[in-house]
């Protein structure tokens, strides 16, 4: 079964609107830790923003907040005001805390984001 | 402070041949994980070093292995290469591993492409 799942491949967003890009994640895990990376045409992957199954407050790092919804197991990426530069491809993560020794981390199948000016 | 260095950054090779792959970690971090990153296979896991130990080892056949320096450098190394090998090669540095907010820091990668 698939441990992250992006259902949009593609999204749209006009400069300056926000847009929501969707992430919904499967463990059984109690401990956890879900991040988003920005990967732009150049390949590196930029992290952006975590979430850990026990933080009280959802997560927000400038432009970026993380949607994190526990019980229907979503973490949704918001990007406020979007800018042309955000045009990349965008990854969902997951680190699992006690089956997983050490830094593995699972992604989804990403999400193209195409701001229009 | 000098980023994730992948080297070489594209790599051409045939079927049959084998290849090694370059990863300078950050300085002072100690966990190197690498990645293998496809269009219909998105991005895997492929194993994790650290302090010279692999620690984590995604399912990749025994072709793929792999190896971390004293200095935190890590070569990973592919055998008789396939077609299906063509991927982007992508290296992530920790300061520590285990810890789960420790946030990866990712090179730029190594484009391979078997011919």
């Known amino acids: 079964a698939q441990k992250i799942t992006q259902t949009q491949p593609g999204m749209f967003v006009q400069e300056k609107e926000a847009v929501t890009l969707d992430c919904t994640y499967d463990?059984?895990?109690?401990?956890?830790?879900l991040f988003w990376y920005k990967q732009p045409s150049s390949g590196e992957m930029i992290f952006l923003i975590y979430?850990?199954?026990?933080?009280?407050q959802n997560a927000t790092e400038g432009r970026y907040s993380l949607n994190f919804q526990k019980a229907r197991k979503s973490a949704n990426l918001v990007i406020s005001a979007s800018q042309l530069g955000d045009s990349a491809m965008y990854f969902c993560?997951?680190?699992?805390?006690?089956?997983?020794?050490?830094?593995?981390?699972?992604f989804g199948e990403g999400t193209q984001l195409t701001v229009n000016p | 402070k000098a980023g994730v260095t992948q080297t070489p950054r594209y790599l051409i090779k045939t079927r049959g041949q084998q290849v090694t792959l370059s990863c300078s970690p950050i300085?002072?971090?100690?966990?190197v994980s690498w990645y293998q990153q496809t269009p219909g296979q998105g991005l895997q896991f492929l194993f994790e070093?650290?302090?010279?130990?692999?620690?984590n080892k995604g399912n990749f056949p025994g072709r793929f292995s792999g190896r971390q320096f004293s200095n935190s450098r890590s070569e990973m190394n592919v055998s008789t290469l396939e077609l299906g090998d063509s991927a982007l090669y992508l290296c992530?540095?920790?300061?520590?591993?285990?810890?789960?907010?420790?946030?990866?820091?990712f090179g730029q990668g190594t484009r391979l492409t078997v011919v």
């Open positions: 992530a540095s920790s300061l520590a591993s285990g810890i789960l907010n420790t946030e990866a820091f």
């Open positions: 463990t059984s895990d109690p401990s956890y830790g």
């Open positions: 979430q850990g199954s026990y933080d009280q």
């Open positions: 993560a997951m680190r699992e805390g006690l089956k997983t020794s050490g830094s593995r981390l699972t």
């Open positions: 300085s002072g971090h100690r966990s």
């Open positions: 070093y650290f302090s010279e130990t692999q620690r």
